[in-house]
């Protein structure tokens, strides 16, 4: 949806197609950073998701029984006076997105999906599910970790691996005590709470496995239930508030960087589709979100699409890397239950350089 946004408004027509028929996203929650909210400033959406989310720099960092033990400033003078973390409803950050969007007047096709991608030249023709087809000077594939588009652009690309943790989600109603980013480390695993509303937060718990593991739904909330003991503060007060109705979101986590070009002719995969991360930067719907917002930006500078594409590539392959190089080390860094300090400067030097403008 960003590259859509920037592209509509850099005077281009947009078809945009989602394989999902209602184009839905699930329930979770989402930590966003200060990058994220000057990119979104940039696509004209930040004062709806400041509107309807959370800001608040910092990151506090707790001990497993819930004692403050120290913080990590986010703020930093390349974010001028956008806040630098905030937090915001998958859902609502997905209406605001649209909404933009479809203002845009863009031709969206929903329940549609990629069948062929056919080189001819300066353009490119796509086959749709539809069975309609037509050629374009630009396509786009972003569509996720498992991207089909990648598959078509590069067949020998690396396949999503597995990162060894399960990531817990948990929405509930933000606590009194909660008014930033927290991370509780030091216990078992590392576990955070993040506002996404002035009423909402949710928790994150990322438990180490060696191979991924399916929870069945059923009995979820009583093995985060066990997972969560041990804990105390505010986490122990989640514990005791666990049940069957709670809103829990459990999936393994899973890595992919689609080589060092994402630029086949005049196609290009940003995204997840180009460079999938684990989450401990809180950074990969944000990645996403500033391609498409340079990818606009690049389109709209040059008169040729495969320059603006070898433009984007330069301004977009060691930042995105960053994100899914650091993120993995701090992984690593939670599995092997290293010290907390260990594991936040990875975080802080990391969070630091994605600061800077690219
Ligand atoms: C546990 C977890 C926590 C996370 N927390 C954060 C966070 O706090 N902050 C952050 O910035 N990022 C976070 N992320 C990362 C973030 O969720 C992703 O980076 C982001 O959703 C990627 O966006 P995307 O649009 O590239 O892909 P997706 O969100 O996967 O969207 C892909 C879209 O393409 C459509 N699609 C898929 N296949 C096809 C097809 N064949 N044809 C047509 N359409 C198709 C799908 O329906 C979907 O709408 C987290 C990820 C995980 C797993």
């Known amino acids: 949806m960003s590259a859509a946004i920037a592209l509509r408004r850099a005077g281009l027509a947009v078809d945009l197609i989602d394989r999902d028929p209602h184009w839905r996203v699930y329930g979770a929650g989402i930590t966003i950073t200060g990058p994220t909210l000057r990119a979104m400033g940039k696509l004209g959406i930040l004062d709806e998701v400041l509107r309807q989310g959370y800001a608040a720099d910092g990151i506090d960092i707790r001990s497993a029984d819930g004692k403050p033990m120290f913080s990590i400033e986010t703020q930093n003078e390349a974010l001028g006076d956008i806040p630098s973390a905030g937090g915001i409803l998958r859902p609502t950050l997905h209406r605001i ?45 972003a569509d996720g970790i498992y991207s089909q588009i990648r598959q078509h652009l590069f067949p020998d690309a690396p396949r999503p691996q597995y990162a060894g943790q399960l990531c817990w989600r948990l929405m509930m109603e933000r606590h009194p ?11 078992p695993a590392k576990v955070g709470l993040n506002p996404v509303s002035r009423d909402q937060m949710y928790m994150f718990y990322l438990e180490a496995q060696p191979e991924p593991v399916w929870r069945e739904e059923e009995t979820q909330h009583s093995v985060l239930g066990s997972l969560l003991e041990g804990y105390g503060g505010v986490l122990s007060d989640v514990r005791h508030h666990l049940g069957a109705a709670s809103n829990i979101v459990c999936r393994p986590l899973e890595t ?38 340079v990818l606009g930006e690049e389109i709209a500078r040059h008169e040729d699409v495969r320059q603006a594409l070898s433009s984007f590539m330069r301004r977009r392959y060691a930042r995105c890397k960053l994100v899914v190089d650091s993120s993995l080390e701090i992984s690593r860094l939670e599995r092997e239950r290293s010290a907390p300090l260990e594991q936040t400067k990875v975080v802080e030097r990391a969070l630091a350089s994605l600061n800077q403008e690219f």
Do not use: K
């Not at 005590?177 to 216990?187: M, N, Q, S, V, W």
């Not at 940003?270 to 917002?293: V, Y």
């Open 256 to 293: 992919v960087l689609a080589g060092e070009n994402w630029v086949r002719e005049n196609a290009v995969l940003i995204g997840d589709a180009a460079h999938a991360t684990t989450p401990q930067l809180a950074s990969g719907a944000g990645m996403g979100i500033e391609d498409g917002l």
């Open 177 to 187: 005590d909660i008014e930033r980013r927290t991370f509780f480390l030091g216990g």
């Open 97 to 141: 997105m649209s909404e933009a969007l479809l203002a845009l007047e863009p031709r969206v096709q929903l329940g549609v999906t990629v069948e062929a991608i056919e080189w001819q030249g300066a353009r490119t023709g796509v086959t749709f599910s539809n069975d309609q087809s037509c050629a374009y000077d630009l396509v786009v594939g």
